[in-house]
C-alpha cells in the first residue's frame, strides 16, 4: 500500500479523466502539511456545521464560486458516502452539544418542492442514524398544522408548526436542545426565534439577510492568500478575483457606470493574468446579486460594452431575486471556466462538495445540458449526478500501480475547505457584529 | 432514499447471502436509539483510541471473543476506507492532544514480520494522511540504529532506535507531542516509557503485563446485560458464557481439576441455554490463556473428559504464550460456531472489526482453510480477506428495493462497539488501579 492510496477526503470518481493537473498534483504531493495547516486553522476558526461549496475547474485554475451555509441536495449525494456523513455529524454535534438528544430542523418555506423534501428527509435519516431525535419545525406561516410529505421512497416526511413558549421553541411538546437551521433567512431573522435560549446553527446571523457574497470572498481572498503562501503557489490559481460597487437600482439604471467602469477593470486584470500564463481563452465576468441565492440574479458579462448595454429583460433579472427581495448590491467575480462535461452530450458541468464540520462527506456534479462554459449552472433545467468511489481504487484485488489511481477528487476537497474557512471567519466576524 | 439505505457503521460486503438473522434484523430496526445509546456511553467512558474487535457469528448468535487494544492489520484493510479511518483519526487526535503536531509510534518488538511491518506503514500513513508528522520508536534493544524495512509498494518503512532524554522520549531531535503504542507490552512495562512528561495512548496499565481477557470479558458481560434489556433481547445472544480458575500450571499438572469442574459447569449452563433456543449444535468451550495474544495458548474443549485427558503436547502448547510468558491463569470461554465461510472451498471464516476513538472504520475476514467451524481461527495458515463497501447500495442508479440491501454488517459494528465500550471501562478501571 503506496501512499498514494490514503486519501484525506474520499476518492470520488471525476467527470476529468487525463493526467493530474499541476494544482491537483502539487496539492496531492502535500497531503500531510496541508491537513496539518487546515487542523491549526480549525483550532483558531471551527467550521459551520455544514456547508456546500460549487466549485469550477478550468485546468489551469481550481477555484469556488459559491458557499451555501445552508445546504439542500443531500438527496443527490450518493448512499456510500453516509458514513462518513453519520461519523462527521457525530464528531460535530458532540462538540457543539454534548448533552443534547433532540435536534429541531428548521427548514426553507417551500411547500411543493419535492427535491428540497427529499434532501430535508436525508438529512433528518443522517441525524437520526447519527443517534439524534430529530423533527422539523416548519416557521412557514401557512404551516399551521402537522403535514406530511410522501417521498420518493414511499416514505413520509412530517413537518410540523414551530411553537415558542417563553424563551423555548418546541414542537408538539418535543423540546429541542439545538435548532439547526436548514433555511437561509433570505426574508429575514424569523421573530420566533430570535433570542431563544436553544442553541442555533449555523447561527442566524449567517442567513442572507445579514450575509453578503463580497464579505465571503473577501474573507476567501485571505484565506487563499495564506495557504498559497503556505504551500508555495500563486494565489490566483485557486482565487476568482472580484470587486463591488455600492448602492445599485438596476431597474432605475442607478449604478450602470460603477459596473461597467469595474468591469473594465476586472477583465484587464483577468487579462494580466492569463498572459502570464499564456491562457488564451477570453476572460469573463460574472455579476451576482450580492445577497443572492437559488441561482438568482446572476449574469454573464464579456466585454465593457455588453455592461453598458443591458437590456430590459436582463435588468429585470438581476433586479429581483429569492422572495422578491430588490437588489442593491452586485458582486463582480472573475468568471472561472468549467472545462468538466458530463455524459455522451458533453452537457456542461461543475462539482458541488459537501462538508459536515470541517469534513469532506461527498460531492456530486450540477450538470446543464442548456448551457455554456461561462454560464451560471444552476438554473431551471439542471440535474445532478453523485458522485460514487473511483472504482479502480477500490477493488482489494487491485492489481495496477498505486500510481495509477491518484485521488483526483483531493484537490477539490482542499478548495472547498478553503471556501468552508472563509465562511468560518466569515461567520465569526458576522456574529461578533450581532454583539 | 428510505431509512434502511443509511448506515451509522459502513455498509460493507459480508459473507452471509440469506436473510437478516433475527439478532441482525432486531439491531437495524434500533439504529437510532442504540446510537444514542452509545453516545451517552461514551460521554462516560471515552473509547480508546484504536481497536479491533474478533467476532463470530454464529446464526443464532453474534459475540466477540477476543479485543485487541494494539491492533495490527491496518494493511489488510481496504483503501476504500481511508476517509472513515482519516476522519476518525482526526476527530479523535483533535480531543486528546489539541495542539499536537508530532506522534511516535511505539511498535511490537519484531523484526521480520513484513506483514507487521505492512500494518505499521499503514497506521503511520493514516496519521500522516491526518495532518501529522509521524515517527516511529522502537522500544526493541536490537535497534540501536536506524533500520528501513522494503513494503511491498516498494516504498521503505523506517524504524528509529527510540531515545530519552531527562522526561522525554525522542528519535534523533524529533520529539513528539504523543506516543501511540502499537505494542501490548506483554514483556511489562519498558523502563524508557515510565513516567514520561509525554501523553502515551493507549495508557501503558493496558498491556497484557497488566491486562487479563477475563477482566475485559467481565466488563463485556455488564455491558451486553445493560445493552440488551435497552433494546430488549437475552443478553446471552451477543455474550459468550465464561469462568475462570484460579493459578494454574499446565506442566505440572496443577489446577486440572478446577479447569475440569467449571469445563462440566459451563457446558451444562450453555447445553441449557441451548436447550432454551432449540439449538441442536453441541455445546463447547475455548480454553485460553488469561494474558495471552497472537492466538497463542488456545485450545477447544468439547468435554469434561477432554479437558482432564489433556496430552502432554496439549500442555505443552497452553503452557507459554507470547515472548516465552508463563501461563498462569486461564479463561474458559463459551465457544462461539462461526456459520461463515469464505470462497469456493468453504474455508471457516471470522470477521474482525475495527475501530478508531468511537468509529467503525473497516473490517476484514480472517479465514482458515485448515480450521474447523469450533476452532480458534488465529493460527499460521489464516490468510485475510478484506471487506468492501457492499456493492449493490452503493450504486446511485440502483433501482432495487431499499430493503433488498440492508446493512448486514451493522450488527458487527454494534458488538465490536460493545467489545470496544468494555475495554473502555476495562482501561479506566486499569488506570485507577495504577494510581
Chains 1, 2 share one sequence.
Not at 435588468?315 to 422578491?324: A, F, H, V, Y
Request: with cysteine; aromatic share 8%; charged share 20%.
Amino acid at each position: 500500500m503506496s501512499i498514494e492510496n490514503l486519501h484525506a477526503v474520499p476518492n470520488l470518481t471525476t467527470v476529468l479523466t487525463g493526467p493530474l493537473r499541476e494544482i491537483e498534483q502539487h496539492l496531492l504531493n502535500q497531503q500531510a502539511s496541508i491537513e496539518n495547516w487546515f487542523r491549526n486553522q480549525w483550532r483558531k476558526t471551527p467550521a459551520p456545521f455544514y456547508a456546500s461549496v460549487d466549485l469550477r475547474n478550468a485546468g489551469f485554475k481550481l477555484a469556488p464560486v459559491d458557499t451555501n451555509l445552508f445546504p439542500a441536495g443531500f438527496n443527490n449525494l450518493n448512499p456510500a458516502f453516509m458514513p462518513l456523513c453519520i461519523q462527521a455529524t457525530q464528531s460535530a454535534l458532540e462538540q457543539i452539544c454534548p448533552d443534547a438528544n433532540n435536534v429541531l430542523i428548521v427548514p426553507e418555506n417551500h411547500t411543493r418542492n419535492t427535491a428540497y423534501f427529499e434532501s430535508l428527509a436525508m438529512l433528518q435519516n443522517i441525524l437520526s442514524k447519527a443517534g439524534y431525535t430529530v423533527k422539523i419545525g416548519s416557521i412557514n406561516p401557512e404551516i399551521t398544522e402537522i403535514q406530511t410529505q410522501k417521498l420518493a421512497s414511499g416514505d413520509e416526511l412530517t413537518l410540523h408548526p414551530l411553537t415558542r413558549i417563553g424563551n423555548k421553541v418546541s414542537v408538539e411538546g418535543f423540546e429541542p436542545c439545538l435548532v439547526l437551521l436548514n433555511n437561509d433567512l433570505s426574508g429575514g431573522t424569523p421573530e420566533i426565534l430570535e433570542n431563544i435560549d436553544q442553541t442555533i446553527i449555523p447561527p442566524m446571523r449567517s442567513g442572507w439577510a445579514h450575509r453578503l457574497k463580497s464579505g465571503h470572498f473577501g474573507h476567501y481572498q485571505q484565506v487563499a492568500e495564506s495557504f498559497a503562501e503556505q504551500i508555495g503557489i500563486d494565489s490566483w490559481l485557486i482565487n476568482p478575483l472580484f470587486t463591488t460597487c455600492g448602492e445599485i437600482n438596476f431597474m432605475k439604471r442607478e449604478g450602470e457606470d460603477c459596473i461597467a467602469h469595474n468591469v473594465g477593470n476586472l477583465l484587464k486584470a483577468i487579462q494580466a493574468k492569463y498572459d502570464q500564463y499564456g491562457i488564451e481563452e477570453k476572460p469573463f465576468i460574472i455579476v451576482k446579486a450580492d445577497a443572492g441565492t437559488y441561482g438568482m440574479g446572476i449574469m454573464t458579462i464579456h466585454s465593457v460594452e455588453e455592461a453598458r448595454e443591458l437590456n430590459r429583460k436582463q435588468r429585470t433579472k438581476m433586479s429581483k431575486i429569492k422572495g422578491g427581495q430588490a437588489v442593491s448590491k452586485v458582486i463582480l467575480q472573475e468568471g472561472v471556466y468549467t472545462f468538466e462535461s458530463w455524459g455522451n452530450e458533453q452537457a456542461v458541468a461543475e462539482p458541488v462538495v459537501y462538508m459536515l464540520d470541517h469534513f469532506v462527506v461527498g460531492g456530486f456534479y450540477r450538470v446543464h445540458t442548456g448551457r455554456g462554459r461561462t454560464e451560471n449552472l444552476n438554473a431551471p433545467g439542471m440535474h445532478f449526478e453523485p458522485l460514487a468511489f473511483a472504482e479502480p481504487c477500490n477493488s482489494p484485488d487491485e492489481k495496477m500501480s498505486p500510481d495509477a489511481c491518484p485521488n483526483r477528487f483531493y484537490a477539490y476537497g482542499v478548495i472547498a475547505r478553503l471556501a468552508l474557512l472563509a465562511a468560518a471567519r466569515e461567520i465569526d466576524e458576522l456574529k461578533r457584529s450581532d454583539a
